[in-house]
C-alpha cells in the first residue's frame, strides 16, 4: 500500500467485505484537512481488485483537490464498489455499504458517482446519515449531475475564451465523450448555445436520446478522438489523455466532467506542446460537490450553489490565465493552488 504508485499520503484506506450481500468496497480518504472527507461512489467491474484500489485512491485524491479548488469545507475521499451496476446491485448490497460508511463515524460522507444512483443512495441511508445527494429529507439536493453539467458547460466557455478569444459557442464544433447523466445535460446547454455536437458513448438508447434532441452526429466510441472539432469534452471515463490518442486530438481545447482523465500529469504538458488548453478536471466538473456541500450544511440554498459555482469558474479562468502566461501546463497551476488549499506543501 505504501509503496503503491497512486498512494499520496492518503490518512485512510479502508476495505469493506459483506459476504451476506457479496459488498466488496473500498472506501479512501485522501484527507480531511479542510473537513470531512466528501466524494461520491462508484460501482464499477474493475477487472482486478489492483484496478479498484488505484481507482479508489486517485479518486479520492482529486476529490480533496476538488473540494480545495471549490472552496468548500470538506476533504477529499471516495468509495469504489466492485460490481456490475446493471446485474449486481440489491438492496442488501447498499445497506451493508450504508454500515461501512457509518462503521468510519462522520470521517467520509458518500453520495453518487459512476454506476449509482438517487435511489441507491436512499437505501444507504437507512443504515447511516452520513450520505448526500439524496432527494427527500433535509436540504435534499438530488441528482448532482445537473449542477456538475451546468459548471462544465460555463467552464467550457471559460476555455473558449482562452482558446478563441471568445466565449460564444454558436458554430463551434464540441465532440462530447459520455451522454450519461452529466454529458446528456452537457449537450443541452451546447446545443442551446448554437454548438454543433458530435457524439459518442457505448449506450445506444442514450446516444439516441441525445441525438434527437440536439441534432448531435454519432461516431464510434474510438472515432472520437480524431474527430474534427474545436473542443473534446470527456464525459464518461478517465485516462483518456494517453499516450495511444495524444496525437489523434485534432481540437484546441479539452474541457469535460470526467474525472482523472490524464492518464499520467506529463501528459498535461504533452497537451500544452500540442497547443491544447487542458480545463484541469476536478477544477470544471465541482458542481456536483458544491451541491453536496450545501446539503450537508443542512441549508440547501440553491443561490449559494449557483454562486459558488461562478466563483469556481473564475478560478478555473484564473488558472487558465496563469498557464497560459507562464507557459505552465494548467494541471501544474492547479495542482499547486489544491495542494496549498489542503496544507501539503511538499
Ligand atoms: P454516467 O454513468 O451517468 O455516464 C457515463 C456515460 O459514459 C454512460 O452513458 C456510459 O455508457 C458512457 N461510457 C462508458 N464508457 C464509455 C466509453 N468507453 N466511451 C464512451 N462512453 C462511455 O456517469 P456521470 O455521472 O455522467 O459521470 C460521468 C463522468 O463525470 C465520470 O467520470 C464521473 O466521475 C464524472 N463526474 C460526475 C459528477 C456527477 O455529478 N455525476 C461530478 C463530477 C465528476
Not at 449486481?88 to 460522507?109: C, H, M, N, T, W
Not at 439536493?141 to 471559460?158: H, Q, V
Not at 478569444?165 to 465532440?175: C, V
Not at 478522438?225 to 474545436?230: K, N
Request: net charge negative; aromatic share 6%.
Amino acid at each position: 500500500m505504501f509503496d503503491h504508485s497512486s498512494f499520496d499520503a492518503h490518512e485512510g484506506v479502508h476495505m469493506f467485505h459483506d459476504a451476506a450481500s457479496g459488498l466488496r468496497a473500498i472506501v479512501a480518504i485522501h484527507s480531511t484537512a479542510r473537513g470531512p472527507a466528501a466524494g461520491g461512489c462508484r460501482m464499477w467491474n474493475y477487472d482486478t481488485g489492483e484496478a479498484m484500489l488505484r481507482d479508489a485512491l486517485r479518486l479520492s485524491h482529486g476529490m480533496s483537490y476538488k473540494n480545495a479548488m471549490a472552496d468548500i469545507p470538506l476533504g477529499g475521499g471516495k468509495a469504489v464498489i466492485w460490481g456490475n451496476a446493471k446485474t449486481d446491485k440489491s438492496p442488501d448490497l447498499f445497506r451493508a455499504f450504508g454500515r461501512a460508511v457509518e462503521s468510519l463515524q462522520g470521517k467520509y460522507i458518500t453520495a453518487e458517482d459512476v454506476g449509482i444512483d438517487v435511489a441507491d443512495m436512499q437505501i444507504v441511508r437507512e443504515e447511516t446519515a452520513h450520505v448526500a445527494g439524496l432527494d427527500q429529507g433535509i436540504a435534499a439536493s438530488g441528482d448532482p449531475s445537473p449542477i456538475t453539467a451546468m459548471g462544465i458547460y460555463l467552464g467550457i466557455r471559460e476555455t473558449a475564451k482562452r482558446a478563441f478569444g471568445t466565449d460564444d459557442l454558436n458554430g463551434r464544433t464540441i465532440a462530447v465523450q459520455g451522454v450519461g447523466s452529466v454529458g446528456g445535460h452537457v449537450c443541452e446547454h451546447l446545443a442551446k448555445a448554437g454548438a454543433n455536437l458530435i457524439i459518442t458513448d457505448i449506450d445506444q438508447v442514450a446516444l439516441a436520446d441525445v441525438s434527437s434532441r440536439t441534432g448531435a452526429r454519432i461516431v464510434t466510441p474510438d472515432e472520437i478522438y480524431d474527430a474534427e472539432a474545436d473542443i473534446f469534452s470527456p464525459n464518461a471515463l478517465g485516462a483518456i489523455v494517453n499516450e495511444q490518442t495524444l496525437e489523434r486530438f485534432r481540437v484546441k481545447a479539452i474541457a469535460g466532467g470526467a474525472n482523472n482523465q490524464l492518464i499520467v500529469p506529463e501528459m498535461g504538458e504533452l497537451l500544452r506542446r500540442r497547443g491544447i488548453l487542458y480545463a484541469p478536471d476536478y477544477v470544471i466538473n465541482g458542481g456536483g460537490i458544491i451541491n453536496v456541500c450545501a446539503e450537508i450544511s443542512g441549508t440547501y440554498s440553491r443561490e449559494w450553489v449557483d454562486a459558488k459555482v461562478q466563483t469556481l469558474m473564475e478560478t478555473l479562468g484564473g488558472v487558465l490565465d496563469a498557464a497560459l502566461e507562464t507557459n505552465e501546463p494548467t494541471n501544474h497551476v492547479a495542482d499547486r493552488i489544491a495542494r496549498q488549499r489542503i496544507g501539503r506543501t511538499d
